[in-house]
């Protein structure tokens, strides 16, 4: 099983990111997917999740400006970041998780600084 998350970098305060996880070796739509976050110091905390049917939910912090979604034809998860804040650099890791098993990508950083 490999995830493996792209897209992270740097980005201004009120910049935009698009982070993608690319999953091989699972049967990805039958898989529910999220996106976890771990910032220096702290515990990882979950950011947003999808279900295969494409139910979502998000952390408190994330509402509004974070949209999670999946494309199960090219077993590839997205999480589109918006009005960025400080407080949101870290790194953000992919998960997949069903009855099989919970599986983890290796995670991208994500910078937010003027």
């Known amino acids: 099983v490999q995830l493996q998350a792209s897209g992270g970098g740097l980005v201004q305060p009120g910049g935009s990111l698009r982070v993608s996880c690319a999953a091989s070796?699972?049967?990805?739509?039958?898989?529910?997917m999220s996106w976890s976050r771990q910032r220096p110091g702290k515990e990882r905390e979950l950011v947003a999740a999808?279900?295969?049917?494409?139910?979502?939910n998000y952390g408190d912090s994330v509402k509004g400006r974070f949209t999670i979604s999946r494309d199960n034809t090219k077993d590839t998860l997205y999480l589109q970041m918006n009005n960025l804040k400080p407080e949101d650099a870290a790194v953000y890791y992919c998960?997949?998780?069903?009855?099989?098993?919970?599986?983890w990508g290796q995670g991208t950083q994500v910078t937010v600084s003027s």
């Open positions: 070796g699972i049967v990805f739509s039958a898989f529910d």
């Open positions: 998960n997949a998780k069903n009855w099989a098993g919970s599986y």
């Open positions: 999808i279900t295969p049917g494409g139910t979502t």
